[in-house]
């Protein structure tokens, strides 16, 4: 049974392929789908797993070809593309077995570039669009939802809801939201109709925040990088209905379409990290979202876009 979060992201190697130790699960989805973040982080592993030692992921990007089951292990089979003194390019396929045919179904197609360590001509880094309380002085996701609960805020089936939807992140990550962003302030927007600190601006200068670090050890920049990108994916694909006082029974589809992975340094997941969240653009029935991460130095870490479908109720759109 997967306990930690390298659990989750492990593999095995057959042949010219990684297969997951262990079945993939829900999270932040109310469809019966696996989590997108199982998909761009064992691809990620498994690159990492074969890439020559000296490289260190700068990049990786990807389209959601098919949602993935949670009844079937992941296939991982990376492709070298090119070699050269400073980078390395990998192809990852990202396939699931048919429980009846056996047939490989292709749910991901990700490409992941490394790279050797530079000198660097310039050195800087930007900085969150507002000031955030620090991690020590943020409460943790469960003491919040029992805040609300004990206090009438919210009620019982709410408190469930949030649990069922999330509990996987918290046995895995510790998370601690931080007052000024919108989604602590209406429980990733179980609480959509509570009116936030920001509703005077527009939607694009909305934001989120917490502070996040993995629970439990992380031995290899393999499982450093695949913790990365498991943890950036999160939120992306309903933040909009979170910053815009809706939620999931609102939309008719909310998901990932597609994604970009930018690594500035290589992280150390079990430290205190910044991540903060924003939106961009909606329209034509798509979203385009940024989660950002620095280190408690200050230093931007990473960064994940993601375009999402958005799509109008069946009963909406027929009116």
């Given at each position: 049974m997967a306990t930690t979060l390298a659990d989750h992201i492990s593999q095995e190697k057959i042949d010219d392929h990684y297969v997951s130790t262990h079945l993939p699960q829900r999270m932040g989805n109310a469809a019966p789908i696996a989590y997108g973040g199982y998909a761009i982080a064992l691809?990620?592993?498994?690159?990492?797993k074969t890439v020559p030692s000296g490289f260190h992921l700068h990049s990786a990007f990807g389209h959601?070809?098919?949602?993935?089951?949670?009844?079937?292990?992941?296939?991982?089979?990376p492709v070298q593309l090119r070699q050269s003194k400073s980078f390395v390019s990998y192809r990852v396929a990202v396939e699931q077995k048919h429980p009846s045919t056996g047939k490989r179904l292709l749910c991901m197609e990700l490409l992941a570039d490394f790279h050797r360590d530079e000198p660097s001509l310039l050195t800087f880094s930007g900085q969150p669009t507002r000031s955030y309380t620090h991690w020590r002085d943020c409460v943790p996701w469960d003491r919040l939802m029992e805040d609300w609960l004990k206090a009438g805020k919210i009620a019982e089936p709410q408190f469930k809801a949030f649990n069922t939807l999330f509990g996987l992140s918290r046995s895995l990550y510790e998370g601690r939201p931080c007052p000024e962003g919108i989604t602590t302030q209406n429980l990733m927007g179980m609480a959509k109709t509570v009116e936030t600190s920001q509703e005077a601006l527009p939607p694009t200068e909305k934001s989120s925040a917490d502070w996040i670090r993995v629970k439990h050890a992380l031995q290899t920049e393999g499982e450093q990088m695949a913790s990365l990108a498991f943890i950036m994916d999160g939120v992306l694909s309903f933040l909009p209905l979170t910053h815009n006082h809706l939620s999931f029974e609102d939309a008719g589809a909310c998901s990932s379409l597609d994604f970009a992975?930018?690594?500035?340094?290589?992280?150390?997941?079990?430290?205190?990290h910044l991540r903060e969240i924003i939106n961009h653009r909606a329209g034509h029935g798509r979203t385009y979202s940024e989660s950002k991460l620095w280190d408690e130095a200050g230093n931007l870490v990473a960064s994940m876009t993601q375009q999402s479908i958005l799509r109008v109720p069946a009963k909406a759109a027929n009116l």
């Open positions: 691809a990620i592993h498994a690159a990492c959601y070809l098919r949602a993935v089951s949670t009844e079937a292990k992941l296939i991982c089979t992975l930018r690594v500035f340094t290589p992280p150390k997941m079990n430290d205190w």
